[in-house]
């Protein structure tokens, strides 16, 4: 049986992947180049918007877990990010448009799979059905996820500025990575002093913001908060934030600035450079003059000015099992950030999961679910048995994960439990190893 996968983003490429990696025919829809959404600009499949960075790499982080399980399960996205890397200290970052054009190649020409272009605004009434439609969902097909799903929730977002890199004032910036970590180029890094970073937020609370429509409730997500809302918050706000100076040490002076705003290569060949952390809905006038207020970018030639974008998710908790099918209709799957996973990397996890159990269902199997002691598994588990009425997108992290049994060392429990998901995936897999394979 045919398996339809309306979306190619990250969920809706890895889902085709994984499912065609099990030898089930796909369908795979994606609107651009017809039609990009608000946000997006590349023609190709798995477009990165908000950040080339998909966050730490370390197992001290539980995004470092789940893209090191995604990789022993065989993930394209992983692979796709390993052949595109780019420095960025102890993060793993892509070239955007290069990891585009990867996964884009390998999916047009998987045997299996056969790409269509063009906007879905129907779901199919017959077959086994992903829907990986992405956090900007279009309205047409939005409105059809909502007749199936009732009431569904969304949120704004907001993407941060690019700059080039020969506008930057190198004399007046420095390069270095926070406590040392990675190559020293990885980061620049605008110092403030106390006055200029004064001076800097009362712009930021003064300056003219895209309005939103009377009838829109806005709601920013915590993990992509306008940097003009988090000054709002308290004027140390900001330097507790993505300004914290801790860490970078100026080599002119020896010191630590008052404030910091760090500078992080967009490409391979760094002719870009994203301001980590400045998301906004400034107006495009007061991005270009008051972000020419941080010194050393005070000639930025902005390459792409920061936007709002509406973010669609469904009330996973109340409607989808935690094998990511609709409980009204099991043929249906959703995957991605529709799903109020929150992040790239999660993403990608979901669509491995959705791939895999949407193949199986197209060939008559049951599905399967990783054990909730992985960083994929307690993500699912989250997803779809959190608290129905508070429910909010959500990166994965090791306050998901099951407790550790016994008496564990504090500064230890996310090695072991890092430790613990890893040989657990590996039992799993092995469990299942005629349908999946754990490398």
Same mark, same amino acid.
């Given at each position: 049986?045919?398996?339809? $996968?309306?979306? #190619?983003? !990250?969920?809706?490429?890895?889902? *085709?992947?994984?499912? +065609? &990696? @099990?030898?089930?025919?796909?369908?795979?829809?994606?609107?651009?180049?017809?039609?990009?959404?608000?946000?997006?600009?590349?023609?190709?499949?798995?477009?990165?918007?908000?950040?080339?960075?998909?966050?730490?790499?370390?197992?001290?982080?539980?995004?470092?877990?789940?893209?090191?399980?995604?990789?022993?399960?065989?993930?394209?996205?992983?692979?796709?990010?390993?052949?595109?890397?780019?420095?960025?200290?102890?993060?793993?970052?892509?070239?955007?448009?290069?990891?585009?054009?990867?996964?884009?190649?390998?999916?047009?020409?998987?045997?299996?799979?056969?790409?269509?272009?063009?906007?879905?605004?129907?779901?199919?009434?017959?077959?086994?059905?992903? $829907?990986?439609? #992405?956090? !900007?969902?279009?309205?047409?097909? *939005?409105?059809?996820? +909502? &007749? @199936?799903?009732?009431d569904y929730l969304y949120f704004y977002d907001a993407?941060?500025?690019?700059?080039?890199?020969?506008?930057?004032?190198?004399?007046?910036?420095?390069?270095?990575?926070?406590?040392?970590?990675?190559?020293?180029?990885?980061?620049l890094n605008c110092p403030l002093s106390a006055e200029e970073y004064e001076a800097f937020v009362d712009a930021l609370l003064a300056a003219e913001k895209v309005p939103a429509r009377d009838f829109e409730k806005v709601v920013h997500f915590e993990g992509c908060m306008p940097v003009e809302e988090m000054a709002a918050r308290g004027r140390e706000t900001l330097r507790f934030g993505p300004m914290k100076p801790v860490g970078l040490v100026d080599p002119r002076t020896g010191l630590e600035p008052h404030a910091v705003v760090q500078l992080r290569k967009e490409n391979l060949e760094g002719t870009m450079y994203n301001l980590v952390g400045f998301q906004t809905k400034l107006t495009w006038p007061e991005q270009r003059r008051i972000f020419r207020m941080i010194?050393?970018?005070?000639?930025?030639?902005?390459?792409?000015?920061?936007?709002?974008?509406?973010?669609?998710?469904?009330?996973?908790p109340a409607l989808l099992a935690p094998t990511f099918q609709l409980k009204s209709d099991p043929r249906i799957f959703f995957a991605g950030q529709i799903t109020g996973v929150e992040g790239y990397v999660e993403s990608a996890g979901s669509g491995y999961l959705a791939g895999i159990n949407a193949a199986l269902a197209a060939r008559g199997e049951e599905p399967i679910l990783p054990p909730r002691t992985t960083a994929l598994g307690a993500l699912v588990h989250h997803v779809t048995n959190a608290e129905v009425k508070s429910f909010q997108p959500m990166n994965v992290n090791y306050g998901l994960f099951p407790e550790l049994g016994g008496r564990v060392k504090k500064k230890e429990r996310r090695q072991k439990l890092a430790e613990r998901a890893l040989a657990d995936l590996e039992a799993w897999g092995a469990t299942f190893e005629e349908k999946i394979h754990v490398r």
């Open positions: 049986m045919p398996l339809t $996968i309306i979306g #190619g983003g !990250l969920a809706g490429c890895e889902a *085709a992947w994984q499912a +065609a &990696s @099990l030898g089930v025919s796909v369908d795979l829809y994606e609107m651009k180049p017809q039609k990009f959404s608000p946000a997006h600009q590349l023609p190709g499949l798995a477009e990165l918007v908000c950040s080339n960075s998909l966050r730490g790499d370390s197992l001290e982080n539980a995004v470092g877990l789940l893209k090191e399980e995604l990789r022993r399960l065989g993930s394209l996205f992983m692979e796709g990010a390993e052949a595109t890397r780019v420095p960025a200290g102890g993060a793993l970052a892509v070239d955007r448009e290069k990891f585009s054009t990867f996964i884009t190649d390998r999916v047009a020409s998987h045997p299996l799979i056969t790409l269509h272009r063009g906007e879905v605004t129907e779901i199919p009434d017959a077959g086994i059905v992903v $829907i990986a439609s #992405g956090p !900007l969902t279009s309205d047409s097909l *939005a409105a059809v996820i +909502a &007749s @199936l799903a009732g993407i941060a500025p690019i700059v080039s890199s020969d506008s930057v004032d190198m004399g007046t910036v420095f390069a270095a990575s926070r406590y040392g970590k990675g190559d020293g180029d990885d980061y010194p050393g970018l005070e000639s930025a030639e902005f390459v792409r000015l920061g936007s709002m974008h509406r973010n669609t998710f469904i009330n996973a």
